[in-house]
């Protein structure tokens, strides 16, 4: 117990070091990227993440929760330096003014095996930790931005269960908005999730049947509209 302890710490304050690195602007991030940045978060997050999900285990849960929303800014940092680099090469290219492309498919290519993660950042939503969910949400949102559909088993049956339980307890527009977004880009480019969806979600489509028919304000609007288009989406399929 002492040990695990112990070690718990050192890992916390490596993460907490990594974790300050990465979120400073004058960081090379191309030199932690060498060191195997990708793997190493990629690792640390699943192994966290699994303590934090296992429901008999809450010995450890304030140490594991702790680590978790280190891990889950540093993964944030990640995926905002990556964005921002595609955004600024899109841009430049736009305007004529060349833009490395290269360089900013070169860390889409990096920074890849970080998909791995979608499913566990899906089972991690319903968190009763108000900013594990916020971190989550936000870390889910840029990875399906920027790969889409990519990762096979992002509709499995728990991670739409996930994803339904989420959208009944989440009450604020914004939160529902943010999902939704997730769910369309998912569906829309992979045709797979798009037919899971369909044949599998039964309490997932319930829910987005509920969330389409509540159009009433202006805001409610936005809503009921992104979840009809995700419904459109499978009847068509």
Request: proline letters at 1%.
């Amino acid at each position: 117990e002492h040990h695990g302890t112990l070690l718990g710490n050192t890992i916390q304050s490596a993460v907490a070091v990594l974790n300050n690195l990465v979120s400073h602007k004058s960081t090379n991030m191309a030199l932690l990227y060498e060191q195997g940045l990708v793997h190493h978060v990629c690792n640390l997050l699943i192994e966290t993440a699994t303590l934090c999900l296992d429901v008999d285990d809450k010995s450890n849960i304030k140490t594991a929760n702790a680590l978790l929303l280190l891990l889950l800014d540093i993964l944030h940092h990640m995926l905002i330096h990556t964005a921002n680099i595609i955004r600024l090469t899109l841009q430049a290219q736009k305007s004529g003014t060349g833009g490395d492309t290269q360089a900013a498919e070169d860390l889409l290519i990096i920074n890849k095996p970080l998909t791995d993660l979608i499913s566990l950042l899906i089972q991690l939503l319903p968190s009763e930790d108000t900013e594990i969910y916020e971190n989550t949400s936000q870390c889910l949102s840029l990875l399906v931005q920027l790969y889409g559909g990519d990762n096979m088993d992002s509709m499995s049956p728990e991670n739409m269960d996930s994803f339904a339980e989420v959208l009944q307890c989440k009450k604020e527009r914004k939160d529902q908005k943010l999902l939704l977004r997730v769910i369309k880009r998912l569906i829309t480019s992979n045709e797979k999730h798009s037919e899971t969806l369909k044949n599998d979600g039964d309490i997932l489509v319930h829910t987005l049947e509920k969330l389409a028919q509540t159009g009433s304000s202006h805001a409610d609007i936005v809503i009921s509209s992104l979840a009809s288009e995700i419904l459109k989406k499978i009847e068509h399929h």
